[in-house]
């Protein structure tokens, strides 16, 4: 059973406009998020975390959004540029020393110059 | 600047071979952990490790083990490589704790392939 959920396998922007990507999860444990960005042949670097106590988080070009009730953050990329194009995959985990994270199957994102 | 190496970038195996695919980081984590990536199935949590000579079976266990002899190093074992075990190997490290600490950081990967 897949608890976190990216149901749209991939998404093409247009250079300079908003890029907005979705996660739905199902275990109400969880409380921590984390958005990875993977270039092919690399490894995912860490984009940007929200914990549950917050409701969004921004750094610089990128916004998390959490809406607690609806199971659902989302990630915004404003302005989206061709350097974002990559998988982007969401990740979750409960509260505690345990710090496995449950990660969903990934989106990639296209920007198109 | 935090850094996970792995011992290969590519590798090319025959079935029924015994491989071994390294990692280490260096910034004194105590949690390891060996991931796949595979096409249209995201990153699948093989094995991970809280401390040293300690682990614990992730999502898909079967046919891989893992060893950790030093708190910097974890090991993945393919006992028998098998066509099915081609894949992009991921390992990951992160501190022991709470909030910032579920962050984990990764190494570039090994993509294996076995023919």
């Known amino acids: 059973d897949q608890q976190v959920k990216q149901n749209s396998p991939s998404l093409s922007v247009q250079e300079g406009r908003i890029s907005i990507l979705n996660c739905d999860y199902t275990n109400s444990m969880f409380d921590y998020f984390l958005w990875y960005k993977k270039y092919p042949a690399e490894g995912p670097t860490f984009l940007i975390s929200?914990?549950?106590?917050?409701d969004k988080n921004e750094d610089g070009r990128f916004t998390v959004f959490l809406n607690k009730s609806a199971k659902h953050l989302s990630l915004h990329i404003v302005p989206s540029q061709p350097g974002d194009s990559a998988v982007y995959f969401c990740?979750?985990?409960?509260?505690?020393?345990?710090?496995?994270?449950?990660f969903g199957k990934g989106i990639t994102l296209s920007v198109r110059p | 600047d935090v850094k996970v190496t792995q011992s290969s970038r590519y590798l090319v195996k025959r079935t029924g071979e015994k491989v071994f695919l390294e990692c280490v980081q260096d910034m004194d984590h105590e949690n390891m952990f060996w991931y796949r990536q595979d096409p249209g199935l995201g990153l699948r949590l093989i094995y991970f490790s809280y401390d040293v000579k300690m682990k614990e079976k992730g999502d898909i266990p079967e046919g891989y083990s893992v060893s950790r002899e030093k708190k910097e190093r974890f090991s993945l074992i393919l006992e028998s490589a098998s066509t099915n075990q081609t894949s992009m190997y991921l390992c990951?490290?992160?501190?022991f704790g709470q909030g910032r600490g579920n962050e984990q950081f990764f190494g570039p990967g090994t993509r294996l392939t076995v023919l």
């Open positions: 929200i914990s549950s106590i917050k």
């Open positions: 990740a979750a985990s409960p509260t505690g020393a345990n710090s496995k994270l449950t």
């Open positions: 990951a490290s992160s501190l």
